[in-house]
């Protein structure tokens, strides 16, 4: 029987020291909760790293026997790779590229030796595991070599590349040392998939540009081989939301906040503290709302979660410290003795409880500079079920290609964010109610199992598409 094998950096479930010793909870993040429903079907497998620095060898066996009975096989990696690897070139070097902040990206050649030299590490695991009938799919900007480095010692598989994150223009990628590594190591694969065509687009023009590879209808002439290049939009498990938010630990949440706030209109955001996320300047845009419209003083209040990401990282520290000062002073400048502008939580929240929160607020501001897809608001769209709400969703995040009926817009122009939310917070029941039922309609019908149905069909027909080619 042929199975799939998963393969992304961090696997769906985290290690962590106990004083009792070794400690496993699932871990956060888009991709985590995307394919969380998935890999454990059919005997299939998940290779990852735990998320912790394993060193000793009974320590390593206890983590392969701990996850191997959930279906996952674990890639140590030491402190050093986790620096220049993890740290260094996959978050100081391809995220800030892909996310166009090039300003913050750093170019340094030992990073990228150890990015590499991990790629490798991953590509050893997935031979150990893969029999020549399994498919392998390969996950996002951590190991963009991996995909040519599986082809170059099992030529006949089957391996599908899906990046989560923006692909940018050639222009930025062209500034990059080491394109066409990166890029000749997506193309090991059969099927390459993003979430919106425009990232598509600039990934055939890079390859045109760089490589000189024509395509035609995605499929890239890449020397002996052709590779299928194709736009797959991420859903959610929108079924375990909508009944997550239907649950008693959801209203039970929902019902506390409610206690706490009194009686304030709630405008919701959900991040990682990550740059991209536009945190810092939401805070800007309403900031200049409370300016412009002091008759919501009082009245609304901004519930902010930002999740602990990244924070050896030096941008995360400084950005960390912008949004507390920026906190610090609307909270100053605004607040009452009973009201407070901002409710803001560094630290990560139980689910049940991010369910509550989607149910209590009336809008959602999911503003980021730059985003593959967002996974937030969707999962906003799918808590509210038959209750009225408004979305305000930034045109950079691949969710604005499909949430039309979401209020667009530009996160950097200010102004237009701060108009936004007093849209949204006068918007009449009615029109909420239809804009939020054909979000529904689409977030339904588009769900995670259908994203991965559909790459694993595309999948199939691109292998037998090139074995076509090959024998005509
Ligand atoms: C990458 C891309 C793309 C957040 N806080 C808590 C919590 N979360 C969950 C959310 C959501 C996930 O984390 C975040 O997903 P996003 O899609 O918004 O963002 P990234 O983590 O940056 O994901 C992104 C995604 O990959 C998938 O391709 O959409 O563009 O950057 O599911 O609910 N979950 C819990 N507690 C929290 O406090 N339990």
């Known amino acids: 029987m042929s199975r799939t094998i998963i393969v992304s950096n961090r696997l769906p479930t985290k290690a962590h020291r106990t ?9 956060e993040g888009g991709l985590a909760t995307g394919l969380g429903s998935i890999y454990r079907a059919d005997g299939n497998i998940w290779i990852g790293w735990p998320g912790l620095v394993v060193e000793e060898p009974a320590e390593q066996q206890h983590v392969i026997d701990q996850l191997q009975a959930d279906s996952m096989r674990p890639v140590f990696l030491t402190e050093t790779e986790i620096r220049d690897f993890y740290e260094g070139f996959s978050n100081e070097t391809l995220w800030p590229t892909f996310h166009y902040f090039s300003q913050y990206a750093v170019f340094d050649q030992q990073q990228w030796e150890a990015y590499v030299a991990v790629n490798e590490k991953f590509c050893e695991a997935v031979l150990q595991e893969a029999g020549p009938e399994d498919t392998i799919w390969v996950h996002d900007y951590q190991l963009l070599l991996l995909p040519e480095m599986v082809r170059k010692a099992r030529p006949d598989s089957s391996i599908g590349f899906f990046l989560h994150i923006p692909f940018p223009s050639h222009e930025i990628i062209r500034a990059m040392p080491w394109r066409e590594q990166l890029l000749k190591g997506m193309l090991g694969a059969d099927l390459i998939g993003f979430h919106t065509y425009g990232y598509m687009r600039h990934f055939l023009s890079a390859v045109s540009q760089l490589l000189g590879y024509s395509s035609q209808n995605g499929m890239i002439e890449a020397g002996t081989r052709s590779v299928l290049v194709d736009a797959f939009p991420m859903g959610i498990d929108y079924d375990k939301y909508a009944e997550l938010a239907a649950s008693q630990a959801a209203i039970q949440s929902e019902q506390t906040y409610r206690e706490a706030l009194g009686n304030v209109r709630v405008i919701l955001s959900i991040d990682r503290l990550d740059y991209t996320k536009g945190i810092a300047q939401r805070l800007l845009a309403y900031e200049l709302m409370l300016q412009r419209y002091p008759e919501w003083r009082e009245q609304v209040t901004l519930f902010m979660l930002v999740v602990p990401s990244r924070d050896q990282v030096e941008k995360y520290k400084e950005l960390k410290e912008e949004i507390d000062e920026l906190v610090g002073r609307i909270t100053s400048t605004y607040r009452t003795l009973s009201w407070n502008p901002v409710q803001y ?9 991010l369910a509550g929160l989607y149910r209590l607020a009336e809008v959602a501001l999911v503003t980021p500079m730059r985003d593959g897809m967002n996974l937030v608001a969707k999962e906003f769209v799918a808590c509210k079920g038959d209750r009225p709400g408004v979305l305000i969703l930034s045109e950079r995040a691949g969710a604005a290609r499909e949430l039309s009926d979401a209020i667009i817009i530009n996160p950097s122009d200010m102004p237009q964010v701060a108009e936004a939310m007093h849209e949204a917070l006068i918007m009449p029941e009615q029109e909420q109610r239809q804009r939020m039922a054909s979000m529904q309609a ?21 292998k037998i598409k090139q074995q076509t080619l090959a024998t005509t």
């Open 19 to 27: 004083e009792g010793g070794l400690d496993f909870t699932p871990s």
């Open 345 to 353: 939580f560094y630290r990560s929240f139980p689910i049940e409880d």
């Open 442 to 462: 689409l977030v339904q019908q588009y769900n995670v199992h259908h994203w991965v149905q559909l790459f694993m069909d595309r999948l199939t027909y691109s």
